[in-house]
């Protein structure tokens, strides 16, 4: 049975109409505004935000390049493309030379990339890795075959694979989108870690008005999941 919230009784239907119009409107807006800004300027006018807005200067010793579902036949979908695009036209503007890739696959179930991963063993960081390599990046790329979600990812750089580095400042690089969940999923591991890593965030946004929409919905959804992890970072910090 698929729970429809426009049937609760505490959900007002006039309040559910007001939603369906702003979410209209929200589709409307994100089409006019970036359906013409072409990739090359929205990355020269960029908004970084966390460390780095409060110090420009600042310049990241590592990038973490998050996945994203890769599609049936194990290629990177759009979304994922861009990010990696972002990622080297950060590298040649920063001239750093590390980067980090992860994940494994989506969720069984849930994507179109578990039953391709499990048949070849080619996890979504191993498609990142091949992708960055034949797009001429010579640096170093730290992969972590781990995850299926972002707060899994995030536990094993957060916990292990920064403090062997020894890096302090890493900028985050993912869709626009998903960087709101990827800054307070890293509070909540900097406490459970006891860390005070720097993080700067950036990256392009999901130029589709339908990925987009759908996109911003499982944002949304997921915001119980978060807090889920919230409750665990704050009990483990107590012990």
Do not use: C
């Not at 009784?9 to 505004?33: I, K, M, Q, V």
């Not at 001239?95 to 980090?100: A, F, H, K, N, T």
């Amino acid at each position: 049975m698929t729970y429809d919230i426009s049937k609760d009784s505490l959900f007002e239907r006039t309040r559910f109409e007001n939603f369906l119009h702003f979410a209209d409107l929200g589709r409307e807006f994100e089409e006019y505004s970036y359906s013409l800004f072409l990739f090359d300027e929205e990355f020269e006018q960029r908004q970084s935000f966390g460390y780095k807005s409060e110090n420009p200067d600042a310049v990241p010793e590592i990038l973490n390049v998050h996945p994203y579902v890769l599609s049936m036949d194990g290629s990177p979908r759009p979304i994922l493309e861009k990010r990696m695009e972002w990622a080297l036209k950060l590298v040649e503007e920063y001239g750093i030379e590390d980067l980090i890739v992860s994940g494994i696959s989506s969720p069984q179930g849930e994507g179109s990339d578990y039953d391709f991963v499990k048949e070849t063993g080619a996890t979504q960081g191993i498609i990142m890795e091949n992708w960055f390599r034949g797009h001429g990046f010579r640096g170093n790329i730290h992969r972590v075959d781990e995850g299926y979600n972002t707060f899994q990812t995030l536990k094993k750089v957060y916990g292990e694979l920064l403090p062997q580095l020894d890096f302090d400042h890493v900028e985050e690089v993912s869709s626009f989108e998903h960087l709101a969940r990827i800054h307070l999923q890293g509070i909540q591991l900097n406490e459970m870690f006891r860390k005070n890593f720097k993080r700067s965030f950036s990256g392009p946004r999901i130029r589709d008005v339908a990925e987009a929409y759908e996109f911003m919905m499982w944002e949304l959804t997921s915001v119980h999941e978060t807090l889920g992890f919230t409750a665990q970072a704050i009990s483990i910090a107590r012990l």
